[in-house]
């Protein structure tokens, strides 16, 4: 049996909160997992310490979840920043070992927070740079920390991670694991051979991206949205500029499974709370959703996609 494992999300924020947490444990096993996954990745872990960071509950996964805490031998450490309601964070506050949990403050912050005296204090780098990946560098720690250092330098190796990891190349979980242990090793994203020349590429590929959207691009009433376009990696782009090319608060990217439609929701209108929306809308076709309040995401029937933007419409309104 290891003796520590880090399950964790495989963006900016969940790449750089697992490095942190490597940075403190760096003989730990690294393995990405996802709020659908997360039941399955727990139950076939098998380790004296758990450490999880950034991820979010599925709905309809919180009870088996809440069983896995409670019946796990492991140590289970929880760090995470979705929203999640009061009796929830109770429960689990009872189940685990350590449960950290703040919305509005990136995982990658609150690994750092917490390990910062036991770390090299340079790998507070790490945590900037989970932070400005996630949209949430605007919080005391962040703003108050970023002024120590060259401001254009992070955001350049942040960047480098964000866009980089959008290429075939470094979209694996081995790259990604890769990508952590350096960053634990005190090095920055730009010294990961491959990853500025693939973040170069997906800025290419992102402005080509636009001028398809805006061909193939519909909307329907306050939505914008975009079916099964060839580049799963930038799903999130994707919706934000079905958005824009449709002038709509709201935009989606469909793409089909097998057995179900994955949805990515982005907006141009900070006033929606994505993570309320997805949640309600998808839960009304039959499916789930959540994230974050700018950025969220759903898994419905395959179906059921007009019925989930009537629904979502619906509930706008």
Known sequence: MQETVILTHADTDGICAGAVSLSRFPDAGIFFTKPVSLAHDLKHTEAKKIIITDIALSKPDIPEILNLFEKKKSEILYFDHHPLNK??????S????????EEGVSASELVYRYYQNSIPKERVWIALYGAIGDYTEHTPFVEERIKNWDK????????????GIKNEEFSGYNAKREIVRFLAEGKNPSDVPGLVRNAKN??????DLYETIKRKAKSFERIGYVIDLPSYGFRG??????????NSPLGICAHTREKYIDITMRTRDYGLKLNVLAEQAAETVG???????HAAGA???K????????????IMK
């Open 299 to 301: 898994k419905i029937p």
């Open 87 to 92: 009796s929830v964070k109770n429960e689990i």
């Open 152 to 163: 254009r330098a992070v955001y350049f190796e942040v960047s480098t991670i964000s866009l």
């Open 287 to 293: 499916g789930s959703g959540g994230g974050h309040p």
């Open 202 to 207: 997906a800025v290419n590929r992102e402005f």
């Open 237 to 246: 782009s994707s919706a934000l500029f079905a958005a824009t090319v449709t």
């Open 94 to 101: 009872n189940l685990v070992k350590l449960f950290i949990h």
């Open 303 to 314: 179906n059921a996609f007009k019925d989930f933007l009537k629904a979502l419409n619906d």
